[in-house]
Structure formats: structure tokens, C-alpha cells
């Protein structure tokens, strides 16, 4: 089955602190994305990545970093983690030219 | 910019249909996708149309109109299980994905 693991269910950690969140994904995937949720505000791309060692910049990338350096892991970084970085964090893939994307569970951050 | 509009609530009664339409401002658009998540759950993919039209999976049927701009998502046969907050997804290139802010359908008996 396809399965997009994400490191952390929940996470909290203080403000300034160094975040790492990492997402793994089985299905050779070319494309992944990092989203963040909030509550009226839907998904919000925050970073995605064609390929390895490339990305691009989303909606809201302020803030953070990404790094693909095998083709199934894709990870986000906080470099100094703020209070309004608080979110539900997600990571998803997809095939190249395929439209669905397949999505972890989510890592619900709490950054104090 | 870009942006996809839904409504935020709508609620529906048990063995009824429901429409949830969604709407969007964008540049460069490609298709549109329409993704189902329950609290606490990830998103998972329903359908997505490439091209004007309607596409029909099951009980769900998604339909998209290019001239106008406009998509939206019927439910038929509503079940109590179908509670849940519906995202409609636009592509604007080879690999960038939005998402509408959502909206969170609830069935009633």
C-alpha cells in the first residue's frame, strides 16, 4: 500500500529552536510538497520539490527551508522557530504528470 | 495571485444531495481536484477534471467549467459518514498545487 510517513505525530518545541520536520515517502515519487493547515485558512504550500536537490518556493515559505536529498525524503526546517509557526504541518507526494496527491497524517507543531 | 473560493459550512440531510461549488482567480490553470478530510485525518484525493465537464465516481461527481471559472463537487446518497471538510485543489503548473480554504460538509439524520 502507499504510505507517506511523517517523523513526528506531535511535536512541541520553544521558540528559537531549530525544527526539523521529516517526511519519507515508498512509491518513487517524483514531487513532494510541504502544506501547513490552519483553521479557516485550508492548505497552504509552503515548499515543494521536483526532484532531488530541487525546489521551489510556495505560497508562505517565510520562515522555513527544505532539503531533498534522496528522492523519498523531504524535510522541513524551522530555523528559528516562532509562535505563529504553530500548525498542523503536511507532507504529500505525487507521481510526475499524476494528480493525486497522497498525504502523511500530519505533524501537529506547538512551538512556546 | 491565485485563489480558490468555497463556501465554509453546509450542512445536508442524510440520503439527500449537497453541491459544493468552488470558484477561482487564477493564471495558467490547469485543472482542478477535489480532496476529502476528516477531523483529525489526512486529506485523501476524490476526483479531478482536466477538462470542461463532469466526472462521476460512484456517489461523487465533480464538475468543472473553464469559461466560467467554476467547479464544484456533488454528493449524492449523503451518508452520516460523508461529515467531513471538503477541499477543492487548483494546479497552476507542472508541479504546483493550491488548495481552497475548504468546506466543512455536516449530515444530518
Known amino acids: 500500500d502507499v504510505k507517506v510517513t511523517q517523523s513526528s505525530r506531535y511535536l512541541v518545541k520553544r521558540t528559537g529552536e531549530k525544527v526539523f520536520l521529516e517526511c519519507v515517502q515508498d512509491m518513487d515519487h517524483e514531487n513532494m510538497f510541504w502544506y501547513r493547515q490552519d483553521p479557516g485558512l485550508g492548505l497552504r504550500l509552503i515548499y515543494f520539490s521536483y526532484d532531488v536537490k530541487m525546489k521551489e518556493k510556495g505560497d508562505i515559505p517565510e520562515g522555513y527551508s527544505v532539503s531533498r536529498e534522496k528522492k523519498e525524503r523531504f524535510s522541513l526546517i524551522l530555523e528559528s522557530a516562532s509562535t505563529n509557526q504553530t500548525s498542523m504541518y503536511l507532507c504529500?507526494?505525487?507521481?510526475?504528470?499524476?494528480?493525486?496527491?497522497?498525504f502523511g497524517s500530519g505533524t501537529q507543531l506547538s512551538v512556546l | 495571485g491565485q485563489s480558490l473560493e468555497q463556501p465554509s459550512e453546509v450542512t445536508a440531510v442524510e440520503g439527500a444531495i449537497v453541491q459544493i461549488n468552488c470558484t477561482y482567480q487564477?493564471?495558467?490553470?490547469?485543472?482542478l481536484s477535489w480532496y476529502q478530510q476528516h477531523d483529525g485525518g489526512a486529506p485523501t484525493f476524490l476526483s479531478y477534471?482536466?477538462?470542461?465537464g463532469l466526472e462521476e465516481t460512484g456517489r461523487f461527481s465533480s464538475f468543472l467549467s473553464r469559461s466560467d471559472s467554476y467547479g464544484y463537487l456533488l454528493l449524492q446518497e449523503l451518508q452520516m459518514k460523508d461529515s467531513a471538510s471538503y477541499f477543492c485543489a487548483g494546479r497552476t503548473g507542472a508541479n504546483n498545487l493550491f488548495f481552497g480554504t475548504g468546506t466543512r460538509l455536516t449530515v444530518i439524520p
Open positions: 504529500a507526494s505525487t507521481g510526475q504528470g499524476n494528480e493525486k496527491l497522497f
Open positions: 477534471n482536466g477538462l470542461d
Open positions: 487564477t493564471s495558467g490553470f490547469y485543472g
